[in-house]
C-alpha cells in the first residue's frame, strides 16, 4: 500500500513552459487536493474533488489547472508557468465523512517546482 | 472568514522540556481540528485529532484538547526529544469537502 504518490519529486522550469504533476492514491479515496506551500504561508488550497469526473477550485486556482479522469489520479496542470509558482505542491486524499464528521487528509511526499 | 492562528516560532528547547505550542481557530459550526507534523523533506503526517468538544487527540506522546469554549487546541509534550524537531501545523476541517485550513506552522528545534 503505496499511500499517495506524487511525479515528479523536482522539477525546473523556464517562465512560460507548462507541465503537469501528477498524484496518485491506492486508498480508493474519494476526495483530492492539491495545495502549495510557500514559507511563512502554510499550506494553501488551489484545487479539489469530490470524485471522479469533477472538480472545484479552492482558495488560490488562478495559473492552474486540474484533471479527476480516474479515482486514484489527480492531476494538476501549469500551462504557462510564472515566477510566483515557484513552490513545493502537496496532494493530498481523504474518504467519506462518518455521520458529518469530516476525517484527515493523507499526504503525497512534495514536488518541489522552480519557475526561472 | 474562517482562519487558524499559531505561534509561528522557530521555539528552540532542550531536550526532555515541556512542551506547548498555542492554536486557536475562528470556524462556524463544529469542526474537526487536526495536527500535523513535517519533517525535514518531507510531506505532512497527522499526528494527532480531535472531532468534537473536549475530546482529546493523543499520539507519540503529544496530547491536544479539543475546547470549544475558547476555541483552542494547544499541542503538549512532557518531555520532548531531539528527533521531535519539525514543522507542526494546526488545522481544520470546516464541514465541507473542501479541504484543510491551516495554520502558517511552527518550527520547532530540541537542542540535545
Known amino acids: 500500500n503505496a499511500g499517495v504518490t506524487q511525479t515528479p519529486k523536482f522539477r525546473v522550469l523556464k517562465t512560460g513552459q507548462s507541465m503537469t504533476l501528477l498524484c496518485a492514491q491506492d486508498m480508493n479515496h474519494e476526495y483530492m487536493y492539491w495545495y502549495r506551500q510557500d514559507p511563512g504561508m502554510g499550506l494553501r488550497l488551489i484545487h479539489y474533488s469530490v470524485g471522479e469526473g469533477t472538480t472545484a477550485k479552492g482558495e488560490v486556482p488562478d495559473g492552474y489547472n486540474v484533471s479527476r479522469l480516474k479515482k486514484q489520479n489527480f492531476l494538476l496542470g501549469l500551462e504557462s508557468a510564472a515566477p510566483s509558482q515557484t513552490s513545493v505542491y502537496f496532494c493530498?486524499?481523504?474518504?467519506?465523512?462518518?455521520?458529518?464528521?469530516?476525517?484527515?487528509?493523507?499526504f503525497g511526499p512534495g514536488t518541489r517546482l522552480t519557475v526561472l | 472568514g474562517d482562519s487558524v492562528t499559531q505561534m509561528e516560532g522557530p521555539v528552540t528547547l532542550s531536550e526532555e522540556a515541556f512542551l506547548t505550542i498555542n492554536c486557536t481557530y475562528t470556524?462556524?459550526?463544529?469542526?474537526?481540528l487536526f495536527w500535523y507534523v513535517q519533517y525535514p523533506g518531507e510531506g505532512l503526517q497527522l499526528l494527532l485529532k480531535a472531532t468534537k468538544a473536549d475530546d482529546k487527540g493523543s499520539n507519540k506522546g503529544f496530547e491536544a484538547t479539543y475546547r470549544k469554549e475558547t476555541t483552542s487546541f494547544h499541542l503538549e509534550k512532557g518531555s520532548v526529544q531531539v528527533s521531535d524537531s519539525a514543522v507542526y501545523f494546526c488545522?481544520?476541517?470546516?464541514?465541507?469537502?473542501?479541504?484543510?485550513?491551516f495554520g502558517k506552522g511552527t518550527h520547532l528545534i530540541i537542542q540535545p
Open positions: 493530498a486524499s481523504s474518504y467519506l465523512p462518518d455521520s458529518g464528521v469530516y476525517n484527515e487528509q493523507f
Open positions: 488545522a481544520f476541517s470546516g464541514g465541507g469537502a473542501d479541504g484543510l485550513t
Open positions: 470556524a462556524t459550526g463544529y469542526p474537526s
